[in-house]
């Protein structure tokens, strides 16, 4: 059985990860905001090089005890104390996990997966910052997948926590009753239709 792939990421309002210059000062770290019950979730942690290298600049290594996997073509086969550089296909690295995947990023990683649709959970805490440019949360990709709220939890500082689900089938999901266009439409033509009578 296939093990969940989690998205678990911050945001700001206006859809960045990160400032332009890759900094994150901007983070709320005042709080857990659901992190502890997220981390026992999963075993097996994804990203790519240069979100390990900016991982490398926070001092000791954050993700301890947890299976990690950098995505590289240039390292592959290197590994060290806590992570294995490796090329391999994403879908054999998440065949490794017991439990569930954390893919940490970064964009360019995102991407990836979001073009197999190996996403499950997509965990969102978005920040009530505007930063005006900086790192996109999702680059353009060529694939459409259809979501569905699971959970929102709104914190007292502005921060709002959004768990979406992909949607059954992973279509989009319809809206009940029929568009409003199509609605008018239909109204348009029975009026035509009275008037001509």
Not at 85 to 96: E, G, H, M, S, Y
Not at 98 to 120: A, N, T, Y
Request: contains cysteine; aromatic residues 10%.
């Amino acid at each position: 059985m296939k093990k969940k792939v989690k998205l678990f990421i911050a945001s700001s309002l206006d859809g960045y990860i990160a400032r332009a210059d890759h900094s994150i000062d901007w983070l709320f770290m005042d709080g857990d905001y659901g992190y502890a019950a997220f981390y026992e979730s999963i075993d097996v942690i994804v990203m790519g090089r240069k979100t390990y290298a900016l991982v490398e600049k926070m001092g000791s290594y954050p993700y301890g005890g947890k299976k990690t996997f950098v995505l590289s073509k240039s390292r592959d086969g290197e590994e060290d104390e806590n992570v294995v550089f490796t090329k391999d296909p994403i879908r054999k690295l998440i065949a490794q996990a017991e439990k569930g995947v954390w893919l940490v990023g970064g964009g360019e990683i995102i991407r990836e997966f979001l073009q197999e649709d190996l996403i499950d959970e997509f965990i969102v805490s978005v920040h009530p910052i505007l930063l005006g440019r900086g790192i996109s949360l999702f680059p353009p990709n060529d694939r459409e997948i259809g979501l569905e709220l699971a959970s929102s939890t709104v914190f007292k500082n502005g921060l709002v926590q959004l768990c979406y689900v992909r949607a059954s089938g992973g279509k989009r999901p319809r809206r009940k009753g029929r568009p409003a266009r199509e609605r008018a439409s239909r109204t348009r033509s029975k009026a035509r239709r009275g008037r001509s009578s």
